[in-house]
């Protein structure tokens, strides 16, 4: 039990489906992340929701969106994705109390997708 | 902006022998620096952080690290390797004033060779 549970851990998807992620911390933090781990590439952040805020990066294309309705949840939505995308999908969690107060992330074991 | 670098992609080790995987990190400001380990279809679990006091840090599984503000590395350590510990390894660091952003290196792959 990580105490961040993504769910599906597996997916294939064509390129006109539309689908989402889902992400549960169960860690009491209050930010959460979505990293994609391509082969051979560092890890990138894709979106952070930290105290409510929302931070993103602007290199993801807007097929993939984002939604944070409390501290606890984190979904990601899919739609018209391409093969590219094919990666494995990072949720992470951490606590953030204000400068100098974080701890570090904690992950779930990610959700593998496939786009045929 | 903060970047951080595994110079090593691939480190093959026979079981027993000592190893090294590095890292280096440049930023700005000052970070916090974490290592962190996965194993195939797994997500990243945390070996071991530095945020401040000793430079010398221990973690789980007989790994250790040290940070050198120096040469900006964080360089991960284990005198004696076993079979279980093939697997692949993340540096990263976070602001210490925000941290709400990790930045990861490439990961090293670690073979420990029976």
């Known amino acids: 039990e990580t105490g961040v549970t993504q769910t599906p851990r597996h997916l294939v998807m064509g390129m006109t489906n539309k689908k989402s992620l889902k992400c549960e911390q169960h860690l009491g933090h209050n930010a959460m992340y979505w990293y994609k781990q391509s082969a051979k590439k560092p890890l990138e952040l894709m979106f952070v929701?930290?105290?409510?805020?929302?931070?993103e990066n602007n290199s993801v294309p807007s097929r993939f969106s984002p939604e944070c309705p409390n501290s606890s949840h984190l979904f990601l939505h899919l739609h018209t994705l391409q093969p590219e995308d094919s990666a494995l999908y990072l949720c992470?969690?951490?606590?953030?109390?204000?400068?100098?107060?974080?701890?570090?992330?904690?992950f779930g074991q990610g959700t593998r997708l496939t786009v045929v | 902006a903060q970047s951080v670098t595994q110079l090593d992609s691939q480190v093959p080790v026979f079981e027993e022998a000592p190893v090294e995987l590095r890292c280096n990190y440049s930023s700005s400001v000052s970070v916090y620096l974490f290592w962190y380990v996965q194993y195939p279809n797994q997500g990243l679990q945390l070996l071991l952080k530095y945020l401040s006091g000793s430079t010398l840090v221990k973690g789980i599984n007989g790994f250790e690290a040290e940070f050198n503000k120096s040469q900006t590395s964080f360089h991960l350590r284990k005198p004696s390797v076993h079979i279980s510990d093939t697997a692949e390894y993340f540096c990263?660091?976070?602001?210490?004033?925000?941290?709400?952003?990790?930045?990861f290196g490439t990961g090293t792959s670690l073979t420990v060779i029976p």
């Open positions: 992470a969690s951490s606590q953030s109390n204000g400068p100098g107060l974080n701890t570090e992330a904690f």
């Open positions: 929701y930290s105290l409510e805020e929302r931070v």
């Open positions: 990263a660091v976070t602001k210490t004033n925000t941290g709400n952003q990790f930045y």
